[in-house]
């Protein structure tokens, strides 16, 4: 159990013991979705995000972090009413794939309150995560399948696409 409720290495390890299964339910989406795929997609992430509360896990938060556009730079350095390379020297760095993400985690800008503290200004990526209500989900079946291992939302998210397909 986390600091705050929900149990993230429980999900964890049943999104590896389900990794397979995933992987071919997820493959049979991209082989032949069904015509109201989009639809059914959006009521789940509503049915999951109704049920999973981030504020009681922050787990993307504390390991997995954002990759930063130029427009959260601009915009989340004159928040702090920094000079951008100032913002950039701090706290960010280019990883192997030449993106620009948190040199460490968890992310400087999560709270001990495990609320994010710039939320309303806070990287796209971040807005984004975990990409459930995403069109065609088929097209991201990689990263779905990845985020299951850390995101509780991402697993229920499968599991509960498995059922209602
Ligand atoms: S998006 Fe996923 S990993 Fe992040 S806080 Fe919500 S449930 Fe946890
Ligand atoms: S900026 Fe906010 S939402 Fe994004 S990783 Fe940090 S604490 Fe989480």
């Keep these: 159990m986390n600091q705050t409720g929900i149990d993230i290495e429980y999900y964890k390890q049943l999104a590896q013991q389900k990794q397979g299964e995933h ?57 702090f009413r920094m000079k951008l390379s100032v913002f950039e020297d701090l706290y960010l760095k280019v990883d192997e794939d030449g993106d620009k993400v948190f040199q460490a985690m968890p992310c400087p800008f999560l709270g ?28 991201i079946n990689h990263l779905t399948l990845k985020n299951t291992l850390t995101c509780p939302a991402a697993y229920l998210f499968v599991e509960k696409l498995r059922e209602r397909l």
């Design 112 to 139: 001990e309150d495990n609320l994010c503290s710039i939320y309303d200004i806070r990287p796209k990526a971040c807005r984004e995560f975990p990409h459930t209500d995403c069109k065609k989900i088929y097209q």
């Design 23 to 79: 992987r071919k339910f997820l493959a049979t989406l991209k082989k032949k979705a069904p015509k109201d795929l989009d639809k059914i997609v959006q009521q789940m992430h509503r049915e999951v995000f109704e049920e999973i509360d981030c504020t009681a896990c922050a787990n993307c938060c504390r390991t997995l972090g954002p990759l930063f556009t130029e427009a959260d730079i601009t915009r989340i350095a004159k928040h």
